[in-house]
């Protein structure tokens, strides 16, 4: 009768100690699930009728029209309004004069910044769970940059983040700050891993992958993108981003998988790796980027005496990153994504 008791009992303690591994297992798991999960990708399969062309920061891209009348660039989870896009390419100037009136400014294509370094926003309809994922989102960007995230009170420049419906883990967001138009809209599941991507395109940024030298670093293996996804990985030679060089751990760079049509990598390394999980988090990069583009001072008067002395005239021949200040004819400028910001007449 002992030896029946003993031995029950070391089969008990057996199996609570496996219940308790395996417990402790899928809470790694799940710790790891959630930091490196990608966001759903809608499928673009059978839908090349619905791609047009239009220009995009001066070069030709594919865009589809979505049912709220918004484009998105090459089916991506970037949405750009009809005034953002241009029939020909010479509507856009690369480097616009800077122009105290503000009339001559980056017509076809134009991506502004937000001013004074501060996103205004408005939630609508998430749930509690993607409300303190789109917290945690915010927090990442604010804790590491300059900018700023600040809920609406009657502010006519903000951004409506909402509920997409969708019963994934994804999202899509229009480009830059556009009045009271802009949105971003989130599935039933969205992550921060999603969020903070999503975010990166309200600031303005585009997919690192689309960079002009992403050739140098990565290798896109167009034999398994989707057939209709290929548009997707486009290079823009004018556009700017959020790095000053190539980031292939930026938050705004797609996953090994995305837009894989079966189930082989669509992106590696240079050197046929897969690429970093992507994770709820911006990189040094990304952080060194974002404060270029949203300096310190809000890209307002430092007032700090003269903000214009030390500053360089604008000239025709310098390439300008988002964040740059010039002088130009007495006036003080600061480089947007696509036009000149006046700042200040100069004392």
């Given at each position: 009768m002992n030896t029946k008791n003993e031995k029950l009992k070391r089969q008990n303690a057996r199996k609570l100690f496996l219940l308790g591994v395996l417990a402790i297992g899928l809470t790694f798991t799940s710790c790891e699930k959630e930091e490196t999960i990608t966001e759903d990708v809608v499928?673009?399969?059978?839908?090349?009728?619905?791609?047009?062309?239009?220009?995009?920061?001066?070069?030709?891209?594919?865009?589809?029209?979505?049912?709220?009348?918004?484009?998105?660039?090459?089916?991506?989870?970037?949405?750009?309004?009809?005034?953002?896009?241009?029939?020909?390419?010479?509507?856009?100037?690369?480097?616009?004069?800077?122009d105290a009136d503000q009339t001559a400014l980056a017509l076809g294509g134009g991506v502004r910044k937000w001013t004074n370094n501060t996103v205004v926003y408005r939630i609508s309809g998430l749930s509690g769970t993607v409300r303190s994922e789109l917290q945690r989102s915010m927090v990442e960007w604010t804790s590491k940059t300059n900018v700023r995230f600040v809920e609406r009170t009657n502010e006519s420049n903000y951004v409506t983040i909402s509920s997409s419906g969708s019963n994934s883990n994804s999202g899509v967001a229009t480009l830059g700050m556009n009045g009271s138009r802009g949105f971003i809209r989130l599935g039933t599941r969205a992550t921060a891993v999603v969020i903070i991507h999503e975010l990166g395109h309200t600031l303005g940024y585009l997919h690192e992958q689309n960079r002009s030298d992403r050739d140098n670093f990565i290798i896109i293996n167009f034999d398994n993108v989707q057939d209709n996804a290929v548009d997707q990985f486009f290079k823009s030679n004018s556009a700017t981003f959020l790095?000053?060089?190539?980031?292939?751990?930026?938050?705004?760079?797609?996953?090994?998988?995305?837009?894989?049509?079966?189930?082989?990598?669509?992106?590696?390394?240079?050197?046929?790796?897969?690429?970093?999980?992507?994770?709820?988090?911006?990189?040094?990069?990304?952080?060194?980027?974002?404060?270029?583009?949203?300096?310190?001072?809000?890209?307002?008067?430092?007032?700090?005496?003269?903000a214009c002395d030390g500053v360089e005239e604008w000239s025709r021949n310098t390439r300008y990153s988002v964040g740059d200040r010039v002088t130009y004819r007495g006036n003080l400028f600061e480089r947007d994504f696509t036009r000149w910001t006046f700042i200040k007449f100069c004392n």
């Open positions: 499928s673009v399969e059978d839908q090349e009728n619905k791609f047009v062309s239009k220009y995009f920061l001066g070069e030709k891209v594919k865009v589809r029209k979505e049912a709220d009348g918004t484009y998105s660039l090459a089916g991506t989870d970037a949405r750009l309004f009809e005034d953002q896009l241009a029939d020909t390419a010479s509507s856009y100037d690369p480097n616009p004069v800077p790095t000053g060089q190539f980031d292939i751990n930026s938050t705004m760079m797609y996953g090994s998988f995305t837009f894989s049509k079966n189930g082989q990598p669509t992106i590696t390394d240079i050197n046929g790796n897969l690429l970093p999980p992507r994770r709820a988090r911006i990189s040094a990069l990304d952080i060194a980027g974002t404060n270029q583009a949203y300096p310190g001072d809000g890209g307002g008067d430092p007032g700090n005496g003269n």
